[in-house]
């Protein structure tokens, strides 16, 4: 039972491209997130969803896409990766508000 | 705009001791605080959870306590182990997961 998984850990892309990051979680929480972590921002939230095929827009949402069309899965795509999109990318699960969260391994993007 | 600082930014003690880790936040209108721990290449580890009506929680040698008039917050480690050496990171949850992280204080163990 991994609980929540992201893929791939590790993705170098040229700018341009686009890049689908995959996050899947097995505990059938209503809630997923996408963050970003970068030196001197720290964590900032990309998009949510409150449940399946509901989503909304975090503090940094330009440039991404989200869909969750299945509870258990929250893709992120970069339509267009740009360089200032090499970070390192984080999903997260809750239950509820207010309750803990949970997260995955992360996935380092590297735009060249 | 809510702000989540942490102090200090980065901390090294010897085996052993006992410890305080620091957040502040600006807006004291959360719904709780989190504090994560992270290590090196790794996903965040939820070590604890405060509600916005609860002063403290305990996990083991872990102590978290949560004074919104003020808008702090402090992680105690007891008796300090090599072990402990990661990233703590504190979160501050807001009304519709506008989740804020402070910077994260990094901590060194030294055996």
């Known amino acids: 039972d991994a609980g929540i998984t992201q893929s791939p850990r590790y993705k170098i892309t040229e700018t341009g491209r686009q890049v689908t990051l995959m996050c899947h979680q097995t505990?059938?929480?209503?809630?997923m997130f996408w963050y970003r972590q970068d030196l001197g921002h720290g964590l900032r939230l990309i998009y949510y969803s409150a449940a399946a095929d509901i989503t909304d827009k975090g503090e940094v949402p330009d440039g991404y896409v989200v869909s969750r069309s299945k509870t258990e899965n929250f893709p992120l795509t970069l339509e267009s990766a740009t360089r200032s999109q090499t970070s390192v990318y984080f999903c997260a699960t809750g239950g509820e508000v207010g309750t803990e969260a949970f997260f995955g391994q992360g996935t380092r993007l590297t735009v060249v | 705009k809510q702000e989540v600082t942490q102090i200090p930014a980065a901390l090294s003690v010897p085996e052993g001791e006992n410890l305080v880790l620091n957040c502040s936040f600006t807006d004291s209108a959360i719904y709780n605080l989190q504090w994560f721990r992270q290590d090196p290449g790794k996903g965040l580890t939820s070590l604890l959870l405060?509600?916005?009506?609860?002063r403290e929680q305990t996990s083991g040698r872990l102590n978290a306590s949560l004074d919104k008039s003020s808008g702090r917050s402090t992680l105690y480690i007891a008796a300090s182990q090599p072990g402990d050496s990661a990233t703590y990171l504190c979160a501050v949850g807001h009304g519709g997961f506008k989740t804020i992280f402070g910077a994260g204080t990094r901590l060194f163990v030294k055996a």
């Open positions: 405060i509600q916005s009506s609860q």
């Open positions: 505990w059938s929480h209503s809630y």
